[in-house]
């Protein structure tokens, strides 16, 4: 493998991780912050995806982002809805409005399961004429991508450490004690849910137009891949401030993304990528599991052979 192809690929894994990464922002902020696991993400992802779409065709690629995030609000007002005032646990929530989204993201992609972009005018190629003739024109992707990650990292630093954002981290730790101390958890669980699923619509608004294509499947697996994204942030920077475990929430987005383009790489049939998603999942899941089992581990193999030369003797 040359040197371009490696490089080619680590672009390549950096400009998709980069992209997904805001959906692994979006569970950042609902699963390890309030403490709520929403299962809405694939069909939200793809909401995101078609409203930008549709918006992008319509002559409005600008227009497309905050149409998506507020595709993205609408879902997870309607998640928190269920959850708070219809006494629906979130895990059922979740599947619910998953379930209810794919039939709304056919009738917003005009019903069809497929929105060809090719000669729309997106953010990518406006971006793309605008850096035209300077050094970073054909790095345009990695430019909006950074750019969007970038915003939302700081909007999150900065938002979790407001009021608000703290009775969103309390609420997720301790409910009981928001409650006694007259917070409103059902405000502040659906603030959260809006705010994260708005990340995820923006997620899937961007990835479709750096693809030039939606299809209705575009945002399959999407909650797999940011769990295990997340699990494998929380790795390098799980005890840091929000800030850190923000950037480390990227970083385990763009170390699945290589891991995902390389499995690519060696032409691995595409039936079988759902398996390295789950097999990755299973990996940052019992990793820091056995991390902290290895110590006993160790002692007990250590102790083995000790025995075993008492028994001789």
């Not at 939200?44 to 779409?53: E, N, Q």
């Not at 997720?172 to 059902?186: E, F």
């Not at 708005?198 to 693809?211: E, I, K, R, W, Y």
């Not at 995902?260 to 595409?270: E, G, K, W």
């Amino acid at each position: 493998m040359s040197i371009s192809t490696i490089l080619s690929l680590t672009q390549t894994a950096l400009e998709l991780g980069l992209l997904c990464s805001l959906t692994v922002l979006a569970l950042f902020l609902s699963y390890s912050m309030l403490n709520v696991c929403d299962l809405s993400t694939d069909g939200c992802f793809t909401l995101g995806a078609a409203v930008g779409a549709m918006v992008a065709v319509a002559g409005h690629p600008w227009l497309s982002i905050p149409a998506a995030m507020a595709a993205g609000v609408v879902s997870g007002f309607i998640t928190a809805l269920l959850q708070t005032r219809m006494g629906v646990e979130s895990l059922l929530a979740g599947i619910i409005v998953n379930t209810g989204l794919y039939s709304i993201n056919i009738a917003v992609m005009g019903n069809s399961s497929l929105v060809n972009m090719n000669k729309t005018e997106t953010v990518f190629t406006m971006v793309k004429d605008a850096l035209s003739g300077t050094f970073l024109s054909g790095q345009y992707k990695l430019v909006v991508a950074l750019i969007a990650v970038a915003l939302v990292v700081a909007f999150l630093s900065v938002f979790l450490r407001t009021r608000l954002g703290l009775a969103i981290r309390a609420t997720g730790n301790n409910p009981d004690m928001v409650r006694s101390s007259s917070i409103n958890p059902v405000f502040t669980t659906t603030v959260g849910l809006c705010v994260a699923n708005a990340f995820t619509g923006l997620s899937g608004c961007l990835l479709a137009q750096s693809q030039k294509s939606v299809n209705i499947d575009i945002g399959s697996g999407m909650v797999t891949i940011a769990l295990a994204s997340l699990l494998i942030g929380g790795t390098f920077m799980g005890k840091g401030g929000v800030t850190l475990r923000a950037i480390g929430v990227v970083l385990g987005s763009f170390i699945f993304r290589l891991v995902y383009t390389i499995a690519l790489r060696f032409n691995m049939p595409a039936s079988m990528l759902k398996l390295v998603s789950s097999v990755i999942v299973i990996i940052a899941i019992a990793g820091p599991y056995f991390k902290t089992q290895w110590p006993m581990l160790k002692r007990r193999l250590e102790h083995r052979p000790q025995k075993a030369g008492r028994g001789e003797k």
